[in-house]
């Protein structure tokens, strides 16, 4: 399945360009109610490259809805039998306990148990057989599935965000973990790169690169490295967006004049065009469905977001509030649209709820771009400016839980969420 | 919500089975394997499935100065405005004459625009005015062949700063030769 072609990569270490993007994380807000949860450090853990207890606690931290009950150095695996009773007098309601040791075969056996501290309960566990570089996935997911025992929702901690930093004129696309840690440069370049997509089974992503001093659509393996001009027109080529399948791509051309939008297959054949409107088509978006496709035009005067069948075909337009409207998201459930509207002078992020039309403002900045879902529809990802630095924040639907990525790289932008199925 | 009825609706909710994300899972009621026997989907010891492989971008061809050209390669656009002004013309009269009396030479039009706004939006507005610019040159008879727009949008500014007098210098169409 994973081709070892690897005639485009370089190895991370050899390359000129940097190497570790670090962020800060910032929480602000908390859940409705959090649960007291003790994580107790793995068997076998210390000295590692990566303190799988520690991942699992910051992602359960960052979600703003578990606070993290002191362990006070106690010494368990996944194989004890607690004392929920002492564990209930220090104020945990659930208990994770676990171990790490390795194999014949060099790779890591990442073990663990969830407790339910409370009712005195085995609420199970795992094993993982992983090797060493992909110790942070283990513990990602290991908070993935306590998150979901524990909240009755998908977790996204083991997924992935590819976003864009710039620092002089260094330009560079990368992929991390989505706390922001382990990145790695997918594509590093001197010329910008914008809009990055990632394809249904997260194993490409398209962007856009001006490295031929003019917008490309690119189409990349991001295990392999491996690439191919997806969109390589006359004029412009920009926005690129996978339908749901994986199989076709949306995008913009302006080869027959002004910007419209034209689908084409995942290897960039069979060229269709899907607008044809006087003004600006652009950003197209499909449904999960795969049979609309949401989009900015400005047609009617000003830019505003539409919806036509993912054919082409009659559009209708679907925001009203406010002379500027543009970023359409949609979430993976098909239920919300996030996008960007100008409110005076400020570009604000806006979720609407697409069934009713009712449209909620999610933040309090001005300067807000490019919104995308994680795959469990709950969090938005986006970036902004916090005094005067471009950065990347996450929030809740209500709005109320927001992270902030602060990096040390330089402006971040574009951010776009992975799905699961790493 | 406490725990305890979260627990009742997890359970009921994940009744049909535990997350299982692609990987070597293993329940823990199941026998533990003695010797690794569990394939990770991508095979062996060394592969990982957090692996990026770096590709660096190779620099695109400079653009090529014609050193005998005194031509101005910038003209400026107002806020909100894709129409060429009067003022440059001029400018757009002397490539136009240049390209139509040497058919091998080609023009890149570059358009640009200020800060403000979503990136893909200002590239279809920075479009607009690298077509402006286009539109004029092949009205005064420079072939469609000889001519490319393309735009950058806000990508890359001329001027730094967010104010007028950065915002005036950044919503321009450059004139590239080759």
């Known amino acids: 399945m994973w081709s070892r072609r690897s005639f485009m990569a370089v190895p991370a270490a050899a390359a000129a360009w940097p190497v570790m993007a670090q962020f800060r994380v910032d929480i602000s807000g908390v859940g409705a109610t959090q649960f007291p949860i003790a994580v107790v450090a793995f068997d076998g853990e210390a000295g590692r490259t990566q303190q799988v207890s520690a991942i699992v606690r ?85 908070a993935d599935y306590i998150y979901e025992k524990l909240t009755g929702e998908r977790g996204v901690f083991a997924t992935r965000i590819a976003y864009v930093t710039q620092a002089a004129q260094r330009h560079t696309l990368w992929v991390a973990d989505s706390d922001g840690e382990g990145a790695q440069v997918a594509l590093a370049s001197a010329e910008p790169i914008i809009s990055p997509a990632w394809s249904p089974d997260g194993r490409e992503l398209a962007y856009v690169s001006f490295e031929t001093r003019k917008p490309v659509v690119y189409g990349q393996d991001v295990a392999t490295g491996q690439r191919r001009p997806i969109a390589s027109y006359k004029g412009s ?97 098909g239920r919300w649209m996030a996008y960007i509207t100008r409110d005076g002078g400020a570009f604000r992020l806006q979720l609407m709820e697409l069934a009713s039309g009712t449209v909620t403002t999610l933040t309090a900045t ?20 916090v005094n005067g630095r471009n950065v990347l924040m996450t929030t809740t639907l209500d709005g109320r839980i927001k992270a902030t990525l602060l990096s040390n790289r330089g402006d971040v932008r574009e951010p776009a969420w992975g799905p699961y199925g790493r | 919500m406490n725990l305890r009825s979260l627990v009742t609706l997890g359970g009921t909710v994940l009744l049909a089975g535990v997350l299982s994300a692609c990987g070597s899972n293993v329940k823990l009621d199941e026998t533990p394997p003695v010797e690794s026997r569990t394939a ?123 104010n007028e007098e950065a915002w005036a210098k950044n919503r321009r169409a450059e004139l590239i030769l080759r």
Do not use: C
């Open chain 1, 366 to 385: 001005a300067h807000d771009e490019s919104p995308s879902f994680a795959p469990n529809s709950r969090l938005i990802v986006y970036a902004t400016r």
């Open chain 1, 58 to 142: 910051a992602d359960l931290e960052r979600s703003g809805q578990f606070r993290m009950v002191p362990t006070d150095g106690a010494v368990l695996n996944e194989r004890a039998n607690p004392v929920m009773t002492a564990w209930r007098s220090r104020g945990a309601d659930a208990l994770v306990a676990g171990s790490i040791t390795r194999l014949a075969d060099g790779r890591v056996d990442v073990r663990f148990k969830l407790w339910d501290a409370v009712r005195g309960q085995d609420l199970g566990g795992e094993a993982h057989a992983v090797a060493d570089a992909d110790l942070r996935l283990a513990a990602h997911r290991i």
């Open chain 2, 40 to 162: 990770t989907p991508v095979g062996g010891a060394g592969q990982s499935q957090s692996q990026v492989s770096t590709v660096t971008a190779p620099s695109g061809s400079a653009s090529s100065l014609d050193a005998a050209s005194q031509l101005a390669r910038v003209v400026y656009f107002d806020f909100d405005s894709y129409v060429l002004k009067d003022e440059f013309r001029p400018t757009v009269s002397g490539y136009a004459r240049l390209l139509t009396s040497d058919p091998q030479r080609r023009l890149m039009i570059e358009g640009h625009t200020d800060e403000r706004g979503g990136s893909e939006y200002n590239l279809a507005l920075g479009q607009k005015r690298a077509e402006a610019v286009r539109r004029a040159l092949e009205l005064l008879g420079v072939r469609e062949n000889q001519l490319e727009a393309v735009s950058y949008g806000k990508e890359r500014p001329a001027a730094a700063g967010s």
């Open chain 1, 237 to 333: 080529n920009s926005a690129p967006a996978w339908s749901p399948d994986g199989q076709q791509i949306a995008a913009v051309l302006t080869r027959d004049g002004l910007s419209q939008i034209y689908a084409m297959n995942r290897s960039g054949n069979n060229l269709r065009r899907l607008t044809t409107s006087a003004g600006i088509d652009t950003e197209p978006a499909f449904t999960p469905d795969g049979r609309s496709i949401y989009f900015v035009s400005d047609r009617g005067g000003s830019p505003q977001i539409y919806r036509m069948p993912a054919a082409g075909g009659s559009a209708e337009r679907v925001t009203f509030s406010g002379s500027y409207n543009i970023s359409p998201a949609i979430s993976p459930d």
